[in-house]
C-alpha cells in the first residue's frame, strides 16, 4: 500500500454517458493531434474495455488486444487493491512492429499501466502510448492521454451508478503529453 492512499474516500465522482462520449472524444482528438496513429488498441480488462472499444472505433483501428490485468478484490466502491499482475493477453502473439494505444478507464497508482506497458513492449511493440479517460492526482505516473483529473474515487457508466455522493467539482482537463516524442 502506498504511504499517501490514493483514494481519500470523501468525494465520489460519477461520469454519466454523455460526459463519457465528450471525454472519448477529446481522447480521440487528443491522439489524433500528437500525430500519434495506433495500430493497434489494446484494452485493460475490465473496466478498459469500453473506452478501449470506443477509441478504436473513432480513430479507425481494427487491430485489438485485451490485457487481463486484474488490481481491485471486487467491484464495490472502494474496493481493496492489491499488486498488478498479468493473467492473460488476447489473443496471443507478437505484436511486433505495431504502433499500440493502451487504453484503461483510469490510472489510480500507475501500476497497473507500467505493467500493460512492460507486456506490450515485451511482445515487440515498436511504439506505445498510453491513454485514460481518469487520472488520479495521486497517481505515481503520467499517461500520455488523459481527459480529467479527480481527487478521489470514479464511477463510470459502464458500472453500477450510485444514488448519493455524487461531485464534478474534483474534475481537471488532461493535457496530452505525447505530441513531442
Known sequence: MNATPTWRRSK???????????????????????????????????????????????????????????????????????????????????????????????????????LAERTVRGLGAAEVRSAVVVRNVGSRSLPDFFAVEVDDWTVFPWEEQPDEGRTTGALRAGVPRGAGR
Do not use: C, K
Open 12 to 114: 465520489l465522482l460519477t461520469i454519466g454517458w454523455q460526459d463519457a462520449g465528450l471525454m472519448l472524444d477529446a481522447l480521440a482528438s487528443a491522439v489524433r493531434g500528437a500525430g500519434f496513429a495506433p495500430t493497434v488498441i489494446a484494452g485493460i480488462a475490465r473496466g478498459g474495455l469500453p473506452p478501449a472499444v470506443a477509441l478504436s472505433n473513432l480513430l479507425g483501428v481494427t487491430g485489438f488486444r485485451i490485457l487481463g490485468i486484474p488490481r481491485n478484490s471486487g467491484n464495490g466502491r472502494y474496493s481493496e487493491r492489491g499488486e498488478a499482475r498479468l493473467d492473460y493477453v488476447v489473443p496471443e502473439g507478437s505484436l511486433a512492429g505495431e504502433r499500440v494505444l493502451i487504453v484503461d478507464d483510469i490510472m489510480g497508482d500507475g501500476g497497473t499501466m507500467a
